[in-house]
């Protein structure tokens, strides 16, 4: 049946040499009143039926092989060269489990290391982690680590608002235990007033770059006021961007964290993404999560090994800073595998690509009479648009044409009623644009 | 020759893609935000591919061989899964777009939700967790949550036996509660003593709740479950349980008929997604009507049958939607969950429907007494009988103790790596931790009698050769990609990124 193997005569041999008559001996601890209840579940189906029933169940979806998509707000649609795939589907990958046994893990072992290095050098920290569950949960995990530093004595966080909604959602939904204090998004403030939040209770500030609404801002003098408070400064980076604009490294970041999901891994409607985590070296033995590291075997041979283990929770238990076990191992490795497909040039080009889709979308739209889009400051691949009517609207009939429209930011900002995040990638072709364009004219 | 690393194969000028050149005019790039070097490696198409093939065979996995890995579920990984997960409507599908445009993953995830509430008898259930520490982690905030809204913030400790998973003690502290240990009895189980005297005085009104993994770590079903649920839901406490071992349950016992409160899900273990080198896993989570207006969200709901009758010009109106829990704990990750798993366990659930899924936990629970049985004699088998004295069988994995009396200077770690030179990927060594030495194997229902029977004929030579050519033991593994590593030299200089990565090198 299905994946199971045995046979009939399998079964009876074994069952004998195990001394009971039938499977129903084996289960004799479990409470006879609740033993054997039926599942009321649809019935078994083959092969060829459940292949027939994914595709159906995929066909209701409007995705991004149908449609020109311009939706992006923390999930993106990216260009993933073949070979991302054809790693990944490796057997040898996917069907291995966490590397507990270095000897014959080297591959995921080695994989990760090659994954953290150049998290490294897209970042420009000196370590990564092994990744968490998603860029939410890594900027959750960052909370940690700074209240860590401060030893517990500082209790206050400082969030921009222009950190994904959802980011700061989940943040307090891990912190909601904990005796501290998450302030700072409430209103509309810029970088210059979460530094007069700043105080000597202050453990971190965590700001987005680019920020939520596309922007890309120097955020040197925000790192120099934070230090000069000795608290921390967390950046939640889009890696696709650090393509082209600084890395938080080099302008003073303590922690960087962000959604990996750009890096070669589709949108499957939301995850299984991968949570990146980078650090400076003196605070890297606060990290949370797997760590892999370079060592040598017996015989002198370079290898690699999960290492700072004592800090995790099979270990520390009660005392662990986080219970985290898994990482986001094969989308590490698609991480991996697509940047060194990228390279230096690679990578730069796609940055450059996106740049360039999303600046001539802008200055089209901008354009157009009864929609406005904000300027003011540089932008990557995301930008505000604001509308002659609702959203909601706008994208039903964006629908209609053939396009997945924009993320309505009055979902959650209230004072930007009728103002779309739009999104162009590399994957958006000038006819598209120009699609976009011609039928947002037509909704004035 | 070991694999250099991908910096080693780079050459200035070398790239591994073929992008399109813009088709829109260039903007002015800000250049005072632009960064001075990217230091990625330069690397040809072929030349990745060869590389991370080469990586690939250095790994052991399900696809190449047994992983008796107890607590991790290492059972086959169907294929069409796989592809499944790659059609275009699921791979390519944004998780903020409009529900309209995506009902038939929201009827995925509502089916999905469904169907692990009946195999576990559970009102209620969200997809949300990413990962089995994350569905303990949201159980533990929902207990928390409900003490506090009825008045009782002070009930601040968890319960958790000894033997538990490192995640549950870990979880509990990050939730902001309490532990308290308990031992087990002499059987290995719960000490209900223990645990009413937990249960009384003056810490009755501090307990929470308690966690308690079913079967247990040691593999053995808790033959007093009923009266340990009994001892903590009298003083008001409320019970989680760790479904990490659900794939000795499934047909066989509803953990929320059994009176449990709550309980995360292991998709990645019981309902076969794949494992990935250490994730992605993920965790769903199960509760009863005390919990449900807590679960975090969000979950999908399917509207009322008359909201199904409403149409628009666009056809048929929505028939699911997204909704929050109205006490909710919150968010525990971006979007609605590891989407990608939840389909694979969807295609998993279809293939067998409920009798196959019965026929599974059989299979595991045979294969997990069957291999026990031929290593009896061979290996001491911990927590052999019941309290009682009588027999017991296991669940789908088992404890053996991996040392000997007759060779003092061998470890189970020994054991472990000589199994390695047989061919074969190790048990989990020293857990659970109330078992010296301890060896945990599960084989899963998916292994053949002719290759358990391979497994127990190598753990037997195993064992002959530690008392007789204990060194084998010592230097192995001999025959895998690499020798014992040291370990501490990794820890003491830390090494964790390649030079050439670092911006500054």
């Given at each position: 049946m299905s994946y199971i193997p045995h046979t009939a005569a399998e079964t009876r041999d074994m069952l004998a040499q195990i001394g009971v008559e039938s499977f129903d001996g084996l289960f004799a601890d479990v409470p006879a009143a609740h033993r054997f209840p039926a599942l009321d579940l649809p019935p078994a189906m083959?092969?060829?039926?459940?292949?027939?029933?994914?595709?159906?169940?995929?066909?209701?979806?409007?995705?991004?092989?149908?449609?020109?998509?311009?939706?992006?707000?923390?999930?993106?649609?990216?260009?993933?060269?073949?070979?991302?795939?054809?790693?990944?589907?490796?057997?040898?990958?996917?069907?291995?489990?966490?590397?507990?046994?270095?000897?014959?893990?080297?591959?995921?072992?080695?994989?990760?290391?090659?994954?953290?290095?150049?998290?490294?050098?897209?970042?420009?920290?000196?370590?990564?982690?092994?990744?968490?569950?998603?860029?939410?949960?890594?900027?959750?995990?960052?909370?940690?680590?700074a209240l860590e530093v401060s030893r517990n004595r500082r209790k206050k966080v400082i969030l921009s608002h222009a950190i994904h909604p959802q980011y700061r959602e989940v943040l307090r939904a891990y912190h909601q235990g904990r005796d501290i204090r998450i302030i700072g998004d409430r209103g509309r403030g810029e970088l210059v007033d979460l530094m007069e939040m700043l105080d000597s209770n202050t453990a971190m500030v965590a700001v987005q770059y680019p920020n939520f609404f596309g922007q890309v801002e120097d955020l040197r003098r925000l790192a120099d006021t934070v230090h000069a408070s000795g608290g921390l400064l967390v950046v939640v980076a889009n890696p696709l961007a650090l393509s082209l604009f600084t890395p938080p490294g080099e302008f003073g970041a303590d922690i960087v964290v962000g959604e990996g999901q750009p890096l070669g891994i589709p949108l499957t409607f939301g995850g299984p993404y991968l949570g990146y985590?980078?650090?400076?070296?003196?605070?890297?033995?606060?990290?949370?999560?797997?760590i892999i590291g370079e060592t040598v075997d017996k015989d002198g041979k370079r290898a690699y090994v999960m290492t700072l283990r004592p800090r995790e929770q099979d270990i520390k238990r009660e005392r662990a800073t986080s219970n985290i076990c898994t990482n986001q191992g094969l989308m590490a490795l698609a991480a991996a595998v697509y940047l060194s497909l990228m390279g230096k040039n690679g990578l730069r080009q796609v940055g450059e690509l996106n740049y360039h889709k999303a600046h001539?979308?802008?200055?089209?739209?901008?354009?157009?009479?009864?929609?406005?889009?904000?300027?003011?400051?540089?932008?990557?691949?995301?930008?505000?648009?604001?509308?002659?009517r609702p959203i909601a609207e706008?994208?039903?009939?964006?629908l209609e044409a053939g396009i997945i429209g924009g993320y309505d930011l009055a979902q959650h900002y209230y004072h930007l009623p009728n103002h779309m995040l739009l999104c162009v990638t590399e994957c958006n072709t000038r006819a598209e644009i120009d699609r976009l364009v011609d039928t947002l004219e037509g909704l004035r | 020759m070991a694999e250099p690393i991908i910096y080693d194969l780079s050459a200035p000028g070398r790239s591994g893609v073929n992008l399109p050149a813009p088709d829109v005019p260039l903007a002015t790039l800000p250049e005072e935000l632009l960064r001075d070097d990217l230091p990625l490696p330069e690397v040809g198409e072929?030349?990745?591919?060869?590389?991370?093939?080469?990586?690939?065979?250095?790994?052991?996995?399900?696809?190449?061989?047994?992983?008796?890995?107890?607590?991790?579920?290492?059972?086959?990984?169907?294929?069409?899964?796989?592809?499944?997960?790659?059609?275009?409507?699921?791979?390519?599908?944004?998780?903020?777009?409009?529900?309209?445009?995506?009902?038939?993953?929201?009827?995925?995830?509502?089916?999905?939700?469904?169907?692990?509430?009946?195999?576990?008898?559970?009102?209620?259930?969200?997809?949300?967790?990413a990962a089995g520490a994350q569905g303990e982690f949201a159980g533990i905030l929902m207990i928390r949550q409900y003490h506090i809204d009825r008045g009782e913030p002070e009930r601040d400790i968890i319960l958790v036996p000894d033997s538990a998973h490192g995640t549950n003690p870990a979880t509990v502290t990050m939730a902001g509660l309490r532990v308290q240990q308990l031992p087990a009895n002499a059987a290995g189980e719960v000490d209900l003593s223990a645990l009413r005297e937990a249960c009384s005085g003056e810490n009755a009104q501090?307990?929470?709740?308690?966690?308690?993994t079913m079967p247990s770590t040691l593999g053995l079903f808790e033959p007093n479950i009923e009266q340990v649920i009994d001892a903590v839901q009298s003083v008001g406490g409320l019970m989680y349980m760790d479904g990490a071992n659900m794939n000795a349950l499934m047909a066989v016992v509803k953990p929320g008929e059994l009176g449990f409160d709550c309980m995360h899900y292991n998709l990645h273990k019981t309902f076969s997604t794949p494992h990935g080198g250490g994730g992605p896993g993920s965790g769903a989570v199960g509760v009863n009507a005390k919990l449900r207006d807590y679960l975090p969200g969000p979950i999908v709901r399917r509207k009322a049958e008359a909201d199904d009758a409403a149409t628009n010009d666009n056809g048929p109106g929505c028939r699911y939607d997204w909704r929050m829990p109205p006490k909710s704990i919150g968010r525990l990750k971006a979007f609605a969950g590891n989407f990608g798993m939840h389909l694979r366990a969807y295609a998993y659930i279809r293939a067998y429907g409920g009798e196959g899924l019965r026929q599974v936990t059989r299979c595991a629970v045979l294969n997990a007494n069957y291999l026990r049985e031929t290593l009896r004699g061979e290996y001491t088998l911990p927590y052999d009988e019941t309290a009682a004295g009588e027999r017991r069988y296991c669940g789908h994995e088992f404890v053996v103790r991996g040392a000997f009396d007759d060779a003092p200077d061998v470890h189970a770690l020994d054991l472990s790596k000589r199994l390695i030179d047989y061919g074969f990927h190790p048990p989990t060594n020293y857990f659970p931790l109330i078992v010296p030495e301890a060896l945990l194997i599960e084989p899963t229902e998916t292994e053949t009698k002719d290759d358990l029977d391979k497994l127990a004929e190598a753990l037997r030579a195993i064992a002959q050769e530690a008392r007789e050519a204990p060194q084998l033991l010592h230097d192995a593994p001999t025959t895998a990609p690499v020798r014992r590593l040291d370990e501490a030299r990794a820890a003491r200089q830390l090494h964790l990124c390649c030079p050439t990565a670092r911006p500054s090198a």
């Open positions: 083959s092969e060829m039926e459940i292949a027939a029933e994914m595709l159906a169940i995929s066909e209701a979806n409007d995705h991004a092989g149908d449609f020109a998509m311009f939706l992006g707000a923390g999930a993106y649609h990216h260009f993933i060269p073949s070979v991302v795939n054809h790693m990944l589907l490796r057997g040898e990958f996917y069907t291995a489990y966490t590397p507990y046994q270095p000897e014959i893990s080297q591959g995921t072992l080695q994989a990760t290391y090659e994954y953290q290095s150049m998290m490294c050098a897209l970042t420009g920290m000196d370590a990564a982690n092994a990744s968490h569950y998603d860029g939410a949960t890594s900027l959750a995990e960052a909370v940690t680590v985590f980078a650090i400076k070296q003196r605070l890297v033995r606060k990290i949370a999560g797997r001539y979308a802008a200055a089209q739209i901008d354009r157009l009479d009864g929609y406005n889009v904000d300027m003011t400051k540089p932008f990557f691949n995301e930008f505000v648009v604001a509308c002659p706008i994208n039903a009939a964006l | 072929l030349q990745v591919v060869r590389h991370f093939v080469r990586l690939s065979q250095l790994n052991y996995s399900i696809d190449t061989g047994l992983y008796p890995l107890g607590s991790c579920t290492m059972k086959y990984n169907p294929k069409i899964n796989e592809d499944a997960a790659r059609l275009p409507g699921l791979a390519h599908l944004h998780p903020l777009a409009d529900p309209a445009s995506c009902q038939g993953a929201m009827m995925l995830m509502h089916d999905l939700q469904n169907w692990l509430g009946e195999i576990s008898g559970f009102e209620a259930v969200s997809l949300t967790p501090h307990i929470a709740g308690m966690m308690l």
